[in-house]
């Protein structure tokens, strides 16, 4: 079965400090792993997957197989980044998954002046 | 950039009422997917499709539910006897292609209520 956790529910930082939303995730074979992130008002959008190892509006995360981890992180939050933010995953165990997502609760990110 | 189009944006029902729900897929794109988030909670996964035919379901797409895609842009979702806790937004999601883990593009949803 696939499960994710997002622990924290609600996270508030202010403008300049560093930010970490954490994520957890249970799957028995390869995942993949995104990060989407949803504005007031707007639809689900993908912020980054594990796969291309990039930085997204300077956010980052990295897979980390042996703490079952994706945690999302930015040095330096701005007050645009206020947003919930939801971890997924996608499993390919055998090739059989046609890509079916599972979502953590997601964790709502405000950012403080 | 091409998006998926969802309508209604809003859609009030009786319980007891059947609901069709639409979405325009991305052009080109082959998988076709439905979610729904009720109030406070996850966003689940319902179905996806492929080829014509439903490739996966969850526990929660029971026989109330039916999705097809009628015309080449289409995908509609029926929730045939609405009950109150069917009462969620509901998103649409497309795929370009499974192989090359290409992400999912959603729609800006449906918020369904059940009176």
């Known amino acids: 079965a696939q499960r994710v956790t997002q622990p924290e529910k609600l996270l508030s930082v202010f403008k300049g400090a560093p930010v970490e939303l954490k994520c957890n995730y249970s799957?028995?074979?390869?995942?993949?792993l995104f990060w989407y992130v949803q504005y007031s008002r707007q639809r689900l959008q993908l912020l980054l997957r594990?796969?291309s190892r990039e930085s997204i509006k300077g956010f980052t995360a990295d897979l980390n197989k042996g703490e079952t981890s994706f945690h999302l992180k930015k040095p330096f939050a701005q007050e645009e980044d206020s947003a919930m933010y939801y971890c997924?995953?996608?499993?390919?165990?055998?090739?059989?998954?046609?890509?079916?997502?599972?979502f953590g609760q997601g964790t709502i990110l405000t950012v403080h002046p | 950039e091409p998006e998926v189009t969802q309508t209604p944006s809003h859609q009030v029902t009786q319980m007891g009422q059947e609901v069709i729900l639409r979405c325009v897929p991305i052009?080109?794109?082959?998988?076709f997917y439905w979610y729904r988030q009720i109030l406070g909670q996850k966003v689940e996964f319902l179905v996806s499709?492929?080829?014509?035919?439903?490739?996966?379901k969850s526990e929660i797409f029971d026989d109330q539910f039916s999705v097809e895609r009628p015309d080449g842009s289409n995908f509609t979702l029926k929730i045939r006897s609405t009950k109150l806790e069917d009462s969620a937004m509901y998103f649409c999601?497309?795929?370009?292609?499974?192989?090359?883990?290409?992400?999912?593009?959603f729609g800006d949803g449906t918020r369904l209520s059940i009176l």
């Open positions: 999601a497309s795929r370009r292609d499974r192989w090359d883990n290409q992400p999912q593009h």
């Open positions: 799957y028995s074979g390869s995942p993949e």
């Open positions: 594990h796969i």
């Open positions: 997924a995953l996608t499993g390919y165990a055998g090739g059989t998954s046609y890509g079916k997502l599972t």
């Open positions: 052009s080109n794109h082959l998988y």
């Open positions: 499709f492929y080829n014509n035919e439903i490739s996966e």
